[in-house]
């Protein structure tokens, strides 16, 4: 069939209508895709640079011979621009822009509002009340940050569900990193106290923390209380050591640094992060450049889209000068709270930092390149090994997990030719089955998925991986035929008789089954998809199951209060304990009756609540109450 022929777009008459204005154009094909979208400051200079006699790349070029029409949208100010153009690159994915492949949350300090607060790392929309610190450059550099607060101030990390229900400390107050609040081993004043200083340290003020812990030390002196003041003094002690290491010019700064590494169209970006003096450590970012082969190109659109969604500090150094430098400053400057500075010609300690940022991109971007080449062999070694015409492009994965069938949960994780694509991974909650039955699980995961594929026109898989025997494989083949599924590639996963990595069965398509032995390169694929599916799947049933768990706390039924259940849980050692007793061993705690007894037994077993079980506002006897 001849493709339509579009008229050749006449980009000198479209700009002689544009405005000078500030706004975001976009360049779209024949075919209603769109090409690439741009910010401008002044929308007419911009469009115009790219329809005058001036030499252009061939990608440039390619693009502009696909334009059929332009589009643009005026702003109120470049700012406005800067935010236009990539939340559109986000939703549209042009073709020819730089994108920023890496869209996960990152990661944070939370220090939770409550009365006993907890400080735990946090990723995803800000919903938990209280204060948030970062970003940060990595997990790991929150997990060092988290180690470093609890050795430090000694503040709860467990959950208010275990917070809630302890009766004696646990092994984090055993090895110096909490002060046990759940047990009242410290009082609240000293608790909040350390908060504060908390807060303090991870908002960069160490000098003023270090102040404040030199007068609290000399007033435990004062009052003999030798052994508070050798704990300040440690403490204020480990507090300037780091002060010492860490900080950057010898003050507290906000700066990022980063810079690129190019191999043709392969590119790394590395960030490199300080905030308040601390180094939060490094992250490689890899965009997906789209044929540019221009590093300040990747640069600029790395800085506008990370920097959109992420707080700016007051100062970015970058490796190289970038297209519209200034019109990102202002953007970027207008945007927050704070005047930044994008700066390339650097000295002293920030020259050695940006050559440290270089060093490591150079680095990641060859070892991300040698796994991109370990990849494409697996693939393959695959689609070898199954007789497809062309490598895989979309390989699924289904998984099952319970306990001892509670909380059914089927995972289905999707790679493509770079590894995993993890926005597009799925969980089902299965329901309506026997407990255990894992061959009526897989069913209805599948059918599931790909009745809502075949229905709305969805994307298929090249390979449709099962984790199981021949039973599971059957199910899910039954499962595609009732829908009418077909150039699906099915493969089952069976695990070797000594359940070793390597010693997989492979059950084929055509009935055939394959042991390729733990060097195929085609299997450590497959072992690669099917131990993430897994994991996914875990993790679902884990979430789904300690949701199930704690629904059933103490404080959900009716009738107990904190005093009533501190006097539980201090009288069977913990809800475990609880759990496992009696009715008539919990009507003899303190505040407990019959019948309160019985309504906690059948809540924590999940039995209907015996009928004439009493009012919860009734008063207790004046031996079981709760004063």
């Known amino acids: 069939m001849t493709k339509p022929e579009f008229p050749a777009f006449d980009g000198k008459a479209f700009i002689k209508n544009l405005s000078t204005a500030p706004g975001v154009y976009r360049m779209i094909a024949g075919d209603d895709s769109v090409l690439y979208v741009g910010k401008a400051g002044a929308l007419k200079n911009r469009v115009s640079s790219y329809f005058n006699a001036t030499p252009k790349s061939a990608r440039i070029m390619t693009m502009l011979a696909q334009t059929a029409r332009m589009e643009v949208t005026v702003t109120r100010t470049e700012t406005e621009a800067l935010i236009l153009e990539n939340q559109l690159i986000k939703s549209l994915k042009p073709r020819y822009n730089v994108l920023l492949r890496d869209d996960k949350s990152y990661p944070y300090v939370l220090m939770t509002q409550e009365a006993w607060p907890r400080i735990a790392m946090h990723r995803g929309p800000r919903a938990i009340p209280g204060r948030y610190f970062g970003p940060y450059a990595s997990v790991g550099a929150v997990r060092d940050t988290l180690n470093l607060m609890h050795k430090l101030f000694k503040l709860r990390s467990c959950e208010d569900s275990v917070f809630r229900n302890r009766s004696r400390p646990c092994l984090q107050h055993q090895i110096g990193r909490c002060s046990a609040p759940c047990v009242g081993l410290v009082p609240a004043r000293d608790y909040s106290e350390s908060v504060r200083r908390a807060g303090l340290f991870l908002e960069g003020r160490s000098d003023e923390l270090s102040d404040d812990l ?97 707080p700016p500090p007051g100062e970015i150094v970058i490796d190289r000068d970038i297209p519209d430098r200034e019109l ?64 895989p492009s979309r390989i699924e994965c289904f998984d099952i997990s319970h306990t001892m069938g509670e909380a059914t949960v089927a995972s289905c994780v999707v790679f493509d030719a770079e590894g995993p694509v993890r926005g597009q991974y799925r969980r089902y909650n299965i329901t309506g089955i026997e407990p255990g039955d894992d061959y009526a699980a897989m069913h209805q995961a599948i059918e ?8 709305e026109g969805g994307v298929m898989p090249d390979i449709l991986l099962i984790d199981g025997g021949a039973g599971q494989v059957a199910q899910a083949r039954a499962a595609l035929d009732d829908l009418g599924v077909e150039g699906v590639v099915l493969v089952g996963v069976a695990k070797g008789p000594a359940r070793r990595a390597g010693d997989e069965e492979l059950l084929l398509p055509d009935g055939r089954s394959l042991r390729p032995g733990a060097e195929s390169p085609a299997l450590q694929l497959i072992q690669q998809v099917r131990d993430e599916a897994h994991r996914f799947a875990i993790t679902g049933h884990r979430g789904r199951r300690q949701k ?77 109450s709760e004063g």
């Open 328 to 391: 990102i400053e202002h953007a970027l400057s207008s945007s927050g709270e704070r005047k930044v500075q994008l700066r390339f010609n650097v000295r002293a300690e920030r020259a050695g930092y940006l050559d440290m940022a270089r060093r490591n991109a150079e680095l990641s971007l060859a070892a991300e390149r040698t796994s991109h080449a370990a990849q494409h062999a697996r693939a393959e070694a695959l689609r070898e090994m199954m007789g497809m015409s062309a490598l």
């Open 548 to 624: 199930a768990r704690n629904s059933s706390r103490l404080e959900d039924i009716p009738g107990i209060g904190p005093r009533r259940r501190a006097n539980l849980l201090r009288h069977f050692g913990g809800l475990g304990g609880l759990k496992a007793a009696g009715v008539e061993e919990i009507a003899r705690v303190d505040g407990i009756n019959d019948a309160l007894a019985e309504r906690i037994y059948a809540t924590l077993h999940g039995l209907d609540v015996p009928d004439g079980a009493p009012d919860t506002n009734e008063p207790m006897s004046s031996t079981r």
């Open 214 to 310: 030199v007068k609290s030390m000399e007033a435990a002196s004062i009052r003999l209380d030798f052994e508070e003041a050798a704990r300040l003094r440690d403490l204020v002690a480990s507090i300037r050591s780091l002060q010492a290491r860490q900080y950057v010019d010898g003050r507290a700064a906000d700066l990022d640094v980063l810079a690129i590494a190019m191999h043709g169209v392969s590119a790394c970006v590395l960030l490199l992060a300080f905030r308040d003096g601390r180094n939060l450590g490094t992250r490689a970012f890899f965009p997906k450049t789209n044929g540019s082969d221009n590093p300040q190109e990747v640069l600029a659109a790395f800085v506008s889209q990370y920097y959109v969604e992420q």
């Open 448 to 455: 599931r998925r790909f009745r809502r594929a075949v229905e």
